[in-house]
């Protein structure tokens, strides 16, 4: 029909679908589930950072740290604020999230053990989402592109200052730099997995691709990755986890190792290590700020009243 | 000493700072945490300014991560009320409420400090207090003035940290000199002011400030309550586990 | 490396001596204040031990004290069982349950060992760990077969400690040849006493062992929890921040 | 009458009243009120030294305080027993101290900020109770004697630790010698208002003194301690902080400043530095314990039905 024909002219056309516009429901449900898993993760993406907020061994860091934590809260605002733009509600995709029935990013089901861990966060986990999100700012729904670009500027930000952190150990005291590979050999592999199952397993993407929400498979996403990591732990004088990394004249590309993607089913089928504890932290402050959310509810329905009375 | 009374203000921050940072990712929703995080970054940003400047001061090569890092417990000269543990949510915002309000009163009086590096941090930190002092009325109203339940909680929290907020406005650690100077703010002269903000704020929210006449003190001498060995164990254990390094 | 070996079963005793010592004057009455703390001095006690034993066998020159107070995490080999967070009474006794019934059946078989100042500390540990598992038993019957509400906590603390009951069993760290030799105990060859009785006493306190194959791990290589960090903070902070120092 | 007579002249010739005897009722009354003070100061007194089991800086002395906290409630429990000879349960007694019924040791109101406040604790405030305590053994209720033979032995055990450990700070290093220092200086006029108020202003002194519960007097008594620890102190190589100490050859006793007893006066009342913290504490563990209560009551009342039946 004309609707569906506009819609995918739009789109072909590389121009934005609004929220007034009309979109196939298959469209509208998937950038939902998408958009709100994304927001999920950053929200639970706060906990492994916050973890060492109280303890970072210097003021500017703590306060760069701070600054972060803070920067992914509000990306979580973002999102969800372009997740409602599509008919639901922060607080359905909330509670989809307590209950399990929404997933977040597989990563932050992973401890952070040590300071250096908040830089290879800061490189690797960021850097890994940057690949995944800057294809999404040219995303062919408008309010999740427009998100999209506020969060990717962010994120160089960030995927920097854990580079910079991981720079300042590598070159610090011995305990300072095998504190840094260590991390680093925790975080390599679960960064890999980040983007998904390998193509040839991989469902939901070629509907994806052809709405311009997805625009390279998980296995591109991947290599651009670590083409571009590879180099970068050059400079920081640290080793990736992976002794058949080798840079390959003829293609261009680096040659890796494929993460266990077995590991990566069990961790997202809830089996990691902290999927428990992250969930239930969230359980527990959305449970301990009811009273507080319901007293502000009953104090701005008390203040509507007393307005219309006077 | 000059960098004494700068360091004692300081102390403030950072310990102030410390406790918001703990609600990271448990506030009561996501608003919320942006908020708690930004007036955790303004207070800290201020107290390593100040932190700064006292290390000038006292001209003994101690940088802002010395100070914060490798002091005692007794050489840390914070009111007790910034260090109490954060409590509910009510205990949080009302410890807000009379610090931020405490803090708005002194910088806004600071501005007219001699020392020039002093005013202008104070100059700077007084747009920052004021926004603190809002967020913390706007919650009192709020929870003050809304369910009974939040009333209860605010009222328990009120008891609490009331007797704490007396210590704000001691005045016998200054050196008499620095307040002849113009360098200090005598904290008595904060105290009327302050009560008026606080008070207004708290009948608003149909809250009263306790009758409670008890007054612990000593931070700004060194003596802290139990809880500081544990916040500091926590700050500085990283730091001091390796010696010289830089991070 | 035997050092390897009897270091984490000393750190297995010196966390979870740490955690119960956090219990004192918290227990739900006097004499569990008294119970707990003799069950974290005999923990401590064979972890002082097996700690200067290690030391000795490493033969770097390190005593106890060096061990426990200035080893980073990565390098504390104990099951990540002991770190957990204390949570209510329901989950102390399951853990206790848990842990003081694998030390038992640890330490009958370790008798044995061909390492005799091993096989002399278990001989006596032996005797006062039997005692632990009979407390923890007894309360697991008061409040597995008690109110609806110790009922229901004790099968919340059954779901949140049960997973981590499989790292015990592990073998996969111990050198090979320490086993061979009669030094080390097959951990293995402990799970079934150990889930007999571990099972016998949930079924008469009419609880269950959980349906749940989730098995974390990771203490025995130096991979923790993170409130491992916490804890070792706080109880390694003075130590570090006096270094040299003799206490 | 006669059973008065009898009881005259068995505390008036030293022996023991036992809990099936006659007694006065003030004599009975008084008793319950000193023995439940005193078990509450043992509990309370559990806090400020519990306060460093988890950083106390070498394993040994770990160990050694965990013994001695233990032993505090040990002596709770036996000085209850003894005060239930007396008609009265601990349950009864809890909830007086609790409710703010009955008071405990002030001293415990101080905060223990370092961790040579555990050596000032044992030194001087186990030193102050030993001296209070030791004519207690003698006392003319049986029960509460020998519970205090017990206890005596024990404190002074935990006594000559406290000195260790303040011996081996003050030979330490700098800071450590400061430390140590430091503890003296806070601990030892809040030690010496322990015996309380001087005899001028000192109520049922003298019925108890009559009835042998009280045998010296708490100038008698703070002089005893001064003596003792003024020159203890010379061996510990740390000060005391009174300017007027001084030995008196002419009387054998140490001349000292008296206390702040508006200070003690203060403290009693509720507005110590930890008064509130301490019975919070405790109200909280109490709370938080009754649900455990509660079962291990339903479990011994089902056990009981069980065997009935059988």
Known sequence: DELAAYFDAVVGAEAKIEPRDWMPEAYRKGLVRQIAQHAHSEIIGMQPEGNWLTRAPSLARKAILLAKVQDEAGHGLYLYAAAETLGVSRVQLFDKLLSGRQKYSSIFNYPTLSWADVGAIGWLVDGAAIVNQVPLCRCSYGPYARAMIRICKEESFHQRQGFDLLYTLARGTDEQRAMAQDAVDRWWYPSLAMFGPPDADSTHSAQSMAWRIKRFSNDELRQKFVDMTAQQAGVLGLSLPDEALAYDQESGHWRYTQPDFAELMRVISGDGPCNRQRIEHRRRAHDDGAWVRDSAAAYAAKQRTRKAAA | ?247
Chains 1, 4 share one sequence.
């Open chain 2, 1 to 247: 000493m000059r960098s004494d009374y700068v360091l004692a203000l300081a102390d403030d921050g950072l310990i102030a700072a410390q406790r918001l940072a703990e609600w990271t990712s448990r506030a009561p929703e996501l608003e919320e945490d942006v908020a708690l995080a930004n007036i955790a970054l303004d207070t800290l940003g201020q107290a390593r300014l100040l932190l700064s400047h006292a290390g000038e001061l006292e001209g003994a090569g101690r940088d802002e991560d010395d100070l914060a890092y490798l002091r005692d417990e007794q050489d840390f000269r914070n009111c007790q009320l910034v260090e109490l543990d954060n409590g509910d949510f009510a205990v949080t915002i009302v410890k807000l409420l009379c610090f931020a309000t405490y803090q708005h009163e002194l910088y806004a009086a600071l501005r007219r400090s001699t020392d020039e590096r002093l005013a202008a941090i104070a100059a700077k930190a007084v747009t920052e207090t004021e926004y603190h002092v809002d967020h913390a009325r706007l919650w009192t109203l709020r929870l003050g003035d809304g369910t009974p339940e939040a009333h209860r909680r605010m009222t328990d929290a009120l008891a609490r940290i009331w007797p704490y907020t007396h210590e704000l406005f001691e005045a016998g650690w200054i050196d008499p000199e620095l307040l002849a100077e113009g360098v200090a703010v005598d904290p008595a002269t904060l105290r009327e002011p302050w009560l008026s903000t606080v008070d207004k704020t708290l009948v608003e929210a149909t809250l009263a400030v306790p009758d409670d006449d008890w007054a612990p003190s000593g931070g700004r001498h060194g003596v802290h309550t139990e809880v500081m060995g544990y916040l500091l164990a926590e700050m500085q254990y990283l730091h001091r586990a390796h010696p010289g390094a830089t991070w």
